[in-house]
Nanobody, 124 residues
Framework: QVQLVESGGGLVQPGGSLRLSCTASGFSLDYYAIGWFRQAPGKEREGVSCMSTIDGSTYYADSVKGRFTISRDNAKNTVYLQMNSLKPEDTALYYC?????????????????WGQGTQVTVSS
């Protein structure tokens, strides 16, 4: 069964850190581009970070640049999103997605598989 499962979300104080994980089963992430997206209540889904599997290029939304880092461990079939210096405006449901084209993109339609999401809440 093809599946992506996120974990690592939770409640954290402003300025804190979390590391989100996204583990694939039923397929190998080696050949897939990875995207992290988030959706806050009442807002549209937005791209946070993405990584190409073809050239390893990474991209970040301006709002998270310098604070978030995307990475992958092909041996564990897992991708990560390290989130530092978290702000209340980072509060959202975070999703990982895998795209068979291999090229990173901000277009959700280019991703073939999606996880169920993990909640991140930044609050004091």
């Amino acid at each position: 069964q093809v599946q992506l499962v996120e974990s690592g979300g939770g409640l954290v104080q402003p300025g804190g850190s979390l590391r989100l994980s996204c583990t694939a089963s039923g397929f190998s992430l080696d050949y897939y581009a990875i995207g992290w997206f988030r959706q806050a209540p009442g807002k549209e889904r937005e791209g946070v970070s993405c990584m190409s599997t073809i050239d390893g290029s990474t991209y970040y939304a301006d709002s998270v640049k310098g604070r978030f880092t995307i990475s992958r461990d092909n041996a564990k079939n897992t991708v990560y999103l390290q989130m530092n210096s978290l702000k209340p405006e980072d509060t959202a449901l975070y999703y990982c997605a895998a795209g068979a084209t291999g090229w990173s993109t901000w277009d959700p339609a280019e991703y073939d598989y999606w996880g169920q999401g993990t909640q991140v809440t930044v609050s004091s």
